[in-house]
């Protein structure tokens, strides 16, 4: 069974960086889907980006489009999110999400998605 895991949380102040990291385990195959989700307390599960990574293909939500980057990755299911120029409003606990099918991404709809990691926290000050 696939097992995520996040890391690499933190607390920034605004205008600050950081690297999440989600590290699929348990499987010998290829992940073909990784997406991350956030979720700000007191606010529904929001989708951030995700990446296909048979063809590396990436898409992002409007919310962090030209912010957040899904680097190419280089080792096998492992992938990362890139954040910069954070803002308060990027204060939630991120996880990293999959299929069980081991499906392509296509939506960020969270109840297509049944694998979850445990979430790591961002916090952003202003």
């Known amino acids: 069974h696939v097992h995520l895991e996040e890391s690499g949380g933190g607390s920034v102040q605004g205008g600050g960086s950081l690297r999440l990291s989600c590290v699929a385990s348990g499987i010998s195959y290829p992940q073909n889907c990784l997406i991350w989700f956030r979720q700000a307390p007191g606010k529904e599960r929001e989708g951030v980006a995700f990446i296909n990574t048979p063809v590396d293909y990436t898409r992002y939500a409007d919310s962090v489009k030209g912010r957040f980057t899904i680097p190419l990755p280089t080792t096998q299911n492992t992938v990362h999110l890139e954040m910069t120029n954070l803002k308060p409003d990027d204060t939630a606990v991120y996880y990293c999400?999959?299929?069980?099918?081991?499906?392509?991404?296509?939506?960020?709809?969270?109840?297509?998605?049944?694998?979850w990691g445990q979430g790591t926290q961002v916090t952003v000050s202003s």
């Open positions: 999400a999959t299929t069980s099918a081991n499906r392509w991404c296509d939506t960020f709809n969270e109840n297509d998605f049944d694998v």
